[in-house]
RNA sequence: GUGGAUGUAGCUCAAUCGGCAGAGCACCGCAUUGUGGAUGCGGUGGUUGCGGGUUCGAUUCCCGUCAUCCACCCCA
């Protein structure tokens, strides 16, 4: 062991049981992103430097991204978001495409941070979007799909919320209390770390932003105000939206969600599992000026981006890992050496019926041979031995009854497919 | 990037004050030459993460390094 070469910090190898996890995972986006009408898409995995400079947070560009310097010189970035991309391939061909956009995509991203639980170098990320469309309706849409994913994939009302708010009500009820500018997206940040501080950190913190009692003590209370929505017409069309298509146990007002990123104009969401053991699910809001940003005409969109790490975790957690073992349900034997032909042909014309069929390669010891059957999941396994080839039989053992009969090789298939049903 | 903890068999972990590196599980074999799981018996498997230092002697003490985990930071 001490002379294998060690795997990059950070990265993740996919052996066959976390390879299946994370291929469920990508056919479940896939079968709820599909049910809402949206495409699969992609960008390329190396950007400009430029894309992310100004759009992302700076954490996010300046220490966090892959960056090197190609054989051409050119600064090269290992995507560390999709987002960006999007809003270049939309900028591109902003007059050639029918609006509104629903794309989603899944796929590698790169952040050069401190590995830790939940959190690696190399992760993937479901992205979905909606673009072209400026409407609470729309933000709505993208919760609802968040919520239908995390009932797709088994996790309950009660085991993950999605917390929403607005950064615009936020800001409207900043200036009220005389914060604005520079200052605001300062307290944005502040207000993001409500939770994780201390009560006496957190005060301390504000007062170093440069913020008075009366100001600290304003944005405390609004940080405890679940009605605080109301006030704001967006929320509240946006809630509605989010009842009438059934999701609504799923999604809650939090006053303190806020999120890290710099391109968020208007309802932001998070999703959490409620017992608080790992960090945010997914996270995503609306985002109107990013197009813009890279060039394009300005164009509204709103979507949500979830990482693999985190929800294999927490299915893991709750026991909500698929059961995958994805090997073949038939096993063939091999009786002797001088069967292994007989043996091999019988595979091949199960497989050619359609069938999953895993080959023993030698004339091992019967006991072995179902050993290895039975450790590679299989459900039947099938012996070709002088007695059936004599009555043109078959006999298969159904390892979960442990029952065996001979069946006619003429009704092999259809009987193998009946068992396996 | 800052602070802290931990690295011993494939896995989970022991090893007294610095004195022969162990157990359970797993794996392989036999009991069982046409049949998996259970049981019994036997067996394989170690550069104690890596490198250096102190010592008659280091899994143990010291330094460095790599990795993992935790708290910050940030975020999927």
Do not use: C
């Not at 957190?202 to 440069?210: H, K, V």
């Not at 069309?237 to 969600?257: C, K, L, M, N, S």
């Not at 019988?346 to 050993?371: I, M, P, W, Y």
């Amino acid at each position: 062991m001490p002379n294998i070469i060690q795997a990059v910090r950070g990265t993740q190898d996919y052996y066959p049981e976390e390879m299946a996890v994370r291929s469920w995972l990508y056919a479940k986006m896939r079968q709820v992103s599909e049910s809402f009408g949206y495409q699969e898409y992609d960008g390329p995995f190396l950007e400009r430097f430029e894309l992310y400079a100004a759009k992302s947070g700076a954490e996010l560009v300046e220490k966090q991204s892959y960056v090197f310097e190609d054989r051409g010189g050119e600064r090269i970035t290992l995507r560390p978001e999709l987002t960006p991309s999007l809003a270049r391939m939309v900028a591109t061909r902003q007059r050639q495409l029918t609006y509104p956009l629903r794309w989603w995509s899944f796929g590698p991203f790169w952040r050069y941070e401190k590995p830790q639980k939940g959190r690696t170098r190399e992760f993937f990320q479901w992205n979905i979007d909606m673009v072209g469309e400026d409407s609470p309706e729309a933000d709505a849409e993208l919760a609802t799909i968040a919520a239908s994913f995390l009932k797709t994939i088994g996790l309950g009302a009660n085991e993950a919320q999605i917390l929403v708010n607005n950064r615009q009500l936020m800001q409207a009820e900043l200036e009220v209390l005389g914060i604005s500018g520079a200052l605001r997206s300062e307290v944005f940040g502040l207000i993001d770390r409500k939770d994780k501080l201390s009560a006496e950190a957190w005060q301390a913190r504000g007062s170093e932003l440069g913020l008075d009692a009366a100001q600290l003590l304003g944005i405390e209370k609004l940080l405890t105000d679940q009605d605080l929505w109301k006030k704001s017409e967006t929320l509240q069309r946006f809630f509605t939206a989010v009842e009438a298509q059934g999701a609504a146990d799923y999604v809650r007002y939090a006053p303190h969600i806020i999120r890290g990123l710099d391109y968020y104009t208007g309802t932001v969401f998070e999703a959490w599992d409620t017992a608080g053991e790992f960090r945010a699910i997914f996270g995503g809001g609306r985002y109107n000026d990013l197009v813009n940003a890279v060039g394009g005409e300005p164009v509204p969109a709103v979507g949500f981006a979830v990482g693999n790490v985190v929800i294999s975790l927490l299915l893991q957690a709750l026991g909500h890992a698929p059961d995958v073992s994805g090997r073949a349900p038939i096993y063939i034997t091999v009786f002797d050496a001088d069967s292994l032909a007989a043996s091999f042909s019988l595979a091949a014309e199960l497989r050619a019926a359609g069938l999953n069929v895993t080959s023993h390669l030698q004339a091992d010891k019967l006991q072995k041979q179902f050993k290895q059957a039975d450790r590679s999941g299989a459900k039947l396994v099938l012996v070709l031995g002088p007695d059936e080839v004599a009555q043109n039989t078959v006999n298969v053992k159904d390892l979960r009854s442990g029952e065996q009969r001979s069946l006619p090789r003429a009704e092999l298939a259809a009987e193998l497919q009946k068992l396996l049903a």
